[in-house]
């Protein structure tokens, strides 16, 4: 199975002083043979759209390697942000949307929270929500109620948890069968767990920076997974949630 890459971003981010040049992606996915990623901008982008645009740019430069995902604060207005998530999906061809809960300070139970499930459950998309570092918007247990009321929609919790949540995004996992665990930042001995609990078919590889693309690998290569798990993990399980085509 193709390793699958369901969380890497782009460009500048104002938030946490950071820069992803489409170089840094693409030689970080060739050099650990990632086929696919899933990328979006970061919370801090100074505009957004303009990123969203450059991803949309990369994917026909790099066709079936990389997929769009929307990012962008919804406490901008309502029609805006509804639009620009519209055209990312309609137009760009985009395969899910984020809310960055610390980045955006954002809460999935607020009202702009509710507009980005709403929004991804009409275009029928998952929706990625950062979880650990950013409390109280950041816990896995505020996606709970909106993963139960949008029983639709995929809801990926980023970094499961981060560590020091991630028994919390195990709880959260129990509770809502649409939640599913992107495992960057989580320690080895976290991530074991959460395959043997939901399956590895609830449980998916991401890098989140270029730099760590081949921790975040290894490390699931060195948990003791038997190599059918191994594949759902580090590509299958993200294919089928983003319905990526390889």
């Not at 043979?33 to 969203?52: T, Y």
Request: glycine share 8%; charged share 20%.
């Amino acid at each position: 199975m193709p390793i699958v890459d369901a969380h890497a971003h782009l460009g500048p981010c104002r938030v946490f002083d950071l820069n992803v040049s489409e170089d840094d992606l693409i030689k970080a996915m060739d050099k650990h043979k990632v086929q696919a990623a899933v990328v979006q901008p970061l919370p801090g982008a100074p505009d957004a759209r303009r990123i969203h645009d450059q991803i949309a740019k990369l994917a026909e430069k790099h066709p079936g390697r990389i997929f769009g995902m929307a990012s962008l604060s919804p406490h901008r207005p309502r029609e805006e942000y509804v639009a620009e998530v519209e055209r990312c999906v309609k137009d760009l061809g985009f395969v899910g949307v984020k809310m960055h809960t610390i980045g955006h300070a954002v809460s999935p139970l607020s009202q702009d929270g509710e507009t980005v499930f709403a929004t991804a459950e009409r275009l029928k998309v998952p929706v990625m929500v950062h979880t650990g570092p950013g409390v109280p918007f950041a816990l896995p247990s505020l996606c709970i109620i909106k993963a139960k009321a949008h029983p639709g929609v995929p809801v990926i919790l980023a970094h499961a948890g981060f560590g020091l949540f991630t028994v919390e995004a195990t709880v959260a996992a129990q509770e809502c069968k649409n939640i599913f665990l992107e495992t960057s930042w989580v320690s080895g001995l976290d991530v074991l767990p959460l395959i043997q609990s939901f399956g590895a078919e609830r449980v998916m590889f991401g890098s989140d920076l270029p730099a760590n693309t081949p921790l975040e690998i290894e490390k699931h290569r060195h948990i003791g997974l038997s190599q059918r798990d191994l594949d759902r993990v580090l590509g299958g399980t993200a294919a089928r949630i983003y319905n990526l085509r390889l």
